[in-house]
């Protein structure tokens, strides 16, 4: 069965003015996605609806068992005033990916992506045009069978919503104090790590929460096994630039494999440094830190593109990085990504997805 989109418009009377302060997932646009799954008709009700609550029946299959997955990713608009958006397609088909892991269907990346498209062209005046601000694009998917028992659901409902977000470092590009520590795990290898489902956010909240109260904005997980390699930070992906190498954890399966990650490694590659994906333990972090061959640690994700790592710590042990500054790689990837973000510099990768504005009539 061929899916085609119904539309159901809100009626805009007044313009749309963005408060001054967005800040991260506080905001959303007045339109939503929705599409619905059941074994016989597979994805059917494909709708841009106004932005609504959704009701569900308290046994509502997720709530309880937790068969739910999402993607984030962003819009921009360019300096020329266009939309594009970022990666669509390698985080589409990380959704799915999610989705086989844990007995999900998968959906037709080509029509979620043109209906994602769509929506953007309907809310485009939601997208705020400062650097560093942007449209964070949310869709996920859940169980929604209506009864109690673990299995997977029979049913499933799929939605995108958009948020204008602000700058991740309104006052410029500052570094992060990272806590590694083996008290918690958050991921095990042949679990969910890999998958972008929320048992892997309820799982890192103790911690995460442990660590702010110390000072740390976040937590450098360990591996789940012997808390002896490094795996990733809540949510971004981590690099170490050693002396002769720029080393990342490679994906063992517990480790959520950023579509920021991958974009980075290309990057690194063609500019002609050492980047490697292998296991990297804390103990051979800290002997490069105390042989002088740390130059510097970043993390990569949607939210914050590049975040330099100031000051690690592990055990007790206090490693301030390139004297707590931002790292120059650091800065010279993270205007990298943003030039090409904001359509400053070409694209060369393609991995960008021109959204033609007012596709629709509102
Ligand atoms: C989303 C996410 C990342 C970063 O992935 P990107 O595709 O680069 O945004 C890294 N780690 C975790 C746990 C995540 O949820």
Known sequence: MKNKINYILKERKEKIILPEKLGFGQYFTDHMFEMDYSKDKGWHNATIKPLS?????PATSFIHYGQTIFEGLKAFRTIDDEIQIFRPDTHLERLNNSAKRICMP???TEFVLEAMRELIAIDSDWI???RGEALYIRPFMFGSDPALGVRPSSEYKFIIILSPVGAYYPEGFKPVKILAQDDYVRAVRK??????????????LLAANEAAKKGFTQVLWLDGVEQKYIEEVGTMNIFIHFKDEIATPKLTGSILPGVTRRSVIQLLKEWGLNVTERLISIREVIDA???GNLIGVFGTGTAAIISSVGLLSYKGKDMMINNGNVGELDLKLFNELTAIHYGEKEDTHNWTFKVEKKAIEV
């Open 128 to 130: 705020p045009n400062k």
């Open 191 to 204: 679990g969910l790590g890999e998958c972008k489902t929320a048992a892997n956010y309820a799982a890192s």
């Open 53 to 57: 609550e959704i009701y569900l029946h």
């Open 289 to 291: 830190y105390d042989s």
């Open 106 to 108: 998968a959906v037709d």
